[in-house]
């Protein structure tokens, strides 16, 4: 079976190269209104957006983020951290997807939204890359404070968003087949 939705997820790609040109309002809401039509647990929607689109913090927070992956225990995360010149990718626009602190499933639910906003990217040619380094940023809180969020909620992910900067390959990429078993 095969449709627009199915061959969208399908040619879905991480970009990590974008123009610095920003994205138009009317991209951004379609996007964002795509991760509030995400499911959640009992319908609780127990997320918060917020969209950086002033590059200081952005830079702010790669900067701030690198730092601390090379202060890591993890060989691979200093090694990320010395070879990832910014882990947004000079992304122009990022979402951070906050969720509420007294909710068990806010993790997951946030989960869902940002691949509802990484497939509807795709579906209006916008490149997108879901960045958990953030969560370095994240630790502290004078960094968190920058933010703005809304009492009670906790930053998890970021999503760097933006015209995508090379060309790249269409088609489905190759994945692994043998991960599935059915019990009948």
Known sequence: MENEVIKTIKNRRSIRNYKEEQIKEEELKTILEA????????????????????????????????K?????????LVQMGENIPHIFYNAPTVIIASGKKDIES?????????????????????????????????????NVKKLDLPTGYKPFYAVALG??????????????????NYIR
Request: charged share 25%; glycine share 6%; net charge negative.
């Open 35 to 66: 991760g509030i039509q995400a499911p959640s647990a009992n319908n609780l929607q127990p997320w918060h957006f917020t969209v950086v689109q002033n590059k200081e913090l952005i830079d702010l927070m790669s900067a701030e983020s690198k």
């Open 68 to 76: 601390m992956m090379l202060k890591s225990d993890n060989p691979k």
């Open 106 to 142: 806010a993790l997951v639910d946030c989960a869902a939204a940002i691949e509802n906003m990484l497939i509807t990217a795709e579906s209006i040619d916008l490149g997108g890359v879901w960045i958990g380094l953030t969560r370095f940023f994240f630790q502290k809180e004078e």
């Open 163 to 180: 015209y995508k900067g090379e060309k790249i390959p269409t088609g489905p990429s190759k994945r692994k087949m043998d991960v599935i």
